[in-house]
């Protein structure tokens, strides 16, 4: 028998989580269908030799992914060619309003689903060689990054949260 109790409080903010998540999602789904992402994107494929048809899907999940340890997973990928990408915790953005603004923080979702999926289309090709992923996704995202009208500071700062 399962008996469960959830207090009124509760379940109001888990009300508040799904709409936070389904904005998210919308977000990160527009970001990467943006044609000027696509192109780089394709760009990076081409550069690196992997063919666009071994990527099968992307699926942009509507709620995190919390490893284990307590970490939390901005995406994976299978060998199938299917890449599924995660959002942020939203505590983590809670605990970062006042310091990161409105505007960062949707730079920071957007960046972080851009660089997640880079990250997930190297796999694709260097497969568990987690350090050479890491270097080039870094690579290939500062390059995209550094076309954009964003203030050098804010890109800086992002790029750490993102990167470390
Ligand atoms: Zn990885």
Not at 70 to 85: F, V, Y
Request: proline fraction near 2%.
């Amino acid at each position: 028998m399962r008996i469960t109790a959830r207090s009124k409080k509760l379940a109001a903010s888990s009300e508040n989580n799904v709409s936070f998540y389904k904005k998210y999602a919308s977000v990160v789904f527009n970001t990467l269908r943006e044609p000027l992402f696509k192109k780089y994107l394709n760009w990076i494929l081409r550069k690196e030799g992997i063919d666009e048809h071994e990527v099968k899907d992307v699926q942009i999940r509507i709620f995190p992914f919390i490893k284990e340890n307590g970490n939390g997973l901005a995406g994976k990928c299978n060998s199938k060619g299917e890449i599924q990408l995660y959002p942020k915790k939203r505590q983590f953005f809670q605990e970062r309003m006042k310091e990161l603004g409105k505007q960062n923080i949707s730079f920071f979702i957007r960046s972080r689903a851009r660089a997640a999926l880079i990250h997930e289309l190297l796999h694709l090709k260097y497969l568990s060689n987690e350090k050479k992923v890491r270097e080039l996704a870094e690579k290939y995202f500062k390059i995209f990054t550094k076309h954009q009208h964003r203030q050098n500071s804010d890109i800086r700062n992002i790029s750490k949260m993102i990167f470390t």
